[in-house]
């Protein structure tokens, strides 16, 4: 039976490793670290659990039938709230719902809610004049954005959706890759507003908020439950942590990976679930083109800082889950999720109150070379501008991320077409992981599944 590795222990990699076993692969998952789960990581504080990244997902196919694979679909839960406010002006401002990467389907709610001045809802509005479709090559979100729907839809609706979900900047963000629908709908339809209403109409596109799921519990369930089920299937020795692949060469018939601080191992294939710096190193000697191109992705690194706050202590405003905020603003909270109301469930029993703050745009972001107490309490002064509470928080914890979110700058897709091609060579060796077609879970998870899927299609006799 061939053995095949898979190289980082992230959800990227248990997913490839779980779909490998199941078809009757020898698997070995190599990471580096001494814990599983990458970014993924559910704390305890105060009594409860709270993530110290992702706290869910969207509920696409793939996820939802992997977590139906190793029994935990019945204990998928939805957030008890879902809606967004944006932080403009010195007030929360709620978003209209339904809006798409930011764009108002009816700029006239934007108006409404005083996200748009009366003079951005007009040009927003404009956009239906504007020559389309979208022809050529890739764009930026921003040159698109500002060109059909003017600045004020820019940096008010569109920048804080991308810089709260990818720590992104607009101005060289592919838009393909950053929203695919998007960039269809441009490319489709003389107007990207008329496209959406005619979406909306046929329900092709959904004006409802976008299902999400985590485990009940905490989203580090999903890490146990398939570490669980790969060692039930193949053995304890199927997983190694504290195993740092170095690099993968190739071999007759295979590949050998070297270990820090440990022997070398054959395999015959390879999955590499790394961020794509990492991966660019590992790859070296076996595609010097591939390595460059992976170097070329950039990561940004993100902090997440927990607080909980006494009982009744802030009042948030209602039908939200939290806020996001433009980088127009001049903050360095970029986001704000209000945990302990989204998930009541993970709620601390006396009714405090768990907020947790996201930092980090991509480039340099100086709130990021803060130590840990200078930023808490920095994002402590920004919260209390936001939701003046009326008492300190009773307890704050930072968890930074470095070099965890992908940017995918115009072009990127290009790129991974161009990764794939330098690594034909190679059949037996694929890459999945955040960098190349989503960074969401879902998509990690179904590219894993793809991964998985050409490595044992190479293998097949
Ligand atoms: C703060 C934050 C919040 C997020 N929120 C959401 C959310 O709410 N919903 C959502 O869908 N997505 C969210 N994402 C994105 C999503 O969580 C990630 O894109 C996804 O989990 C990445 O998984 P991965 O396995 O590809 O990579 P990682 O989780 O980065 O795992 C890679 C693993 O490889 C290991 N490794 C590195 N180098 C080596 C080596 N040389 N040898 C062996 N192992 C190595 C690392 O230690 C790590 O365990 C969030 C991301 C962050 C950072």
Redesign the pocket.
Same mark, same amino acid.
């Given at each position: 039976m061939p053995t095949v590795a898979v190289? !980082?222990? @992230? +959800? /990227? !990699?248990l997913t490839a490793a779980w779909a490998l076993a199941q078809a009757g692969s020898e698997v070995i998952l #190599?990471? %580096?670290?001494d814990r #599983? @789960? =990458?970014?993924?990581r559910t704390d305890h504080l105060d009594g409860v659990p709270v993530e110290a =990244?992702?706290? %869910?997902?969207?509920a696409g196919d793939a996820v939802v039938s992997l977590c139906s694979s190793v029994g935990l679909k019945e204990d998928l839960i939805s957030p008890d709230v879902f809606g967004a406010y944006i932080w403009s002006g010195g007030r929360l401002r709620r978003l209209p719902p339904g809006v798409v990467l930011g764009l108002p389907a009816w700029p006239v709610q934007a108006l409404r809610a005083g996200l748009l001045s009366p003079t951005g809802a007009l040009r927003a509005a404009a956009e239906v004049l504007v020559p389309g479709p979208l022809k050529g090559g890739d764009v930026s979100v921003e040159a698109l954005v500002r060109r059909r729907f003017g600045r004020e839809v820019l940096d008010r609706l569109v920048d804080p959706l991308m810089a709260g979900r990818r720590a992104g900047h607009t101005d060289d963000m592919s838009l393909q890759a950053a929203d695919a629908k998007v960039d269809g709908l441009a490319r489709s339809h003389r107007s990207i507003l008329l496209g959406i209403r005619r979406g909306r109409r046929s329900g092709e596109l959904s004006g409802e908020p976008p299902p999400f799921l985590a485990p009940r519990g905490g989203m580090e369930r999903l890490v146990d439950v398939l570490a669980r089920s790969l060692r039930g299937r193949l053995g304890p020795g199927c997983i190694r942590t504290g195993?740092?692949? /170095?690099r993968v060469s190739s071999r007759r018939e295979g590949f050998t990976l070297d270990l820090q601080g440990n022997g070398p191992l054959d395999a015959d294939g390879v999955v590499v *679930? #790394?961020?794509a710096p990492?991966a660019a190193r +590992?790859l070296l000697n076996l595609s010097g083109d591939a390595s460059r191109e992976l170097e070329s992705i950039p990561f940004a690194s /993100?902090a997440?800082a927990t607080f909980v706050y006494p009982p009744a202590s802030c009042a948030l405003p209602p039908h939200g889950s939290g806020f996001l905020v433009p980088s127009s603003e001049g903050r360095a909270l970029a986001a704000c999720t209000w945990y302990s109301v989204k998930w009541s469930a993970s709620a601390p029993a006396d009714g405090g109150i768990v907020l947790r703050a996201?930092v980090g745009r991509a480039g340099i972001d100086p709130a990021l070379s803060l130590d840990d107490d200078g930023l808490a309490a920095l994002l402590e002064r920004e919260l209390g501008d936001a939701l003046r509470p009326t008492a300190p928080p009773r307890l704050a914890q930072v968890t930074r991320?470095e070099d965890? #979110?992908p940017q995918y700058r115009v072009g990127h897709p290009a790129r991974v077409a161009r990764i794939e091609r330098a690594l034909e060579g190679h059949p037996r060796l694929a890459l999945? !992981? %955040?960098a190349y077609r989503g960074? @969401?879970?879902?998509d *990690?998870v179904a590219g894993a599944e793809v991964a998985a899927r050409r490595v044992l299609d190479a293998l097949a006799p």
């Open positions: 190289v !980082g222990g @992230g +959800v /990227t !990699g #190599l990471e %580096a670290r #599983l @789960g =990458g970014v993924i =990244g992702p706290d %869910a997902f969207l195993a740092p692949v /170095t *679930c #790394l961020p990492r +590992v /993100t997440v996201f991320w965890s #979110l999945a !992981g %955040a960074s @969401g879970i879902p *990690c």
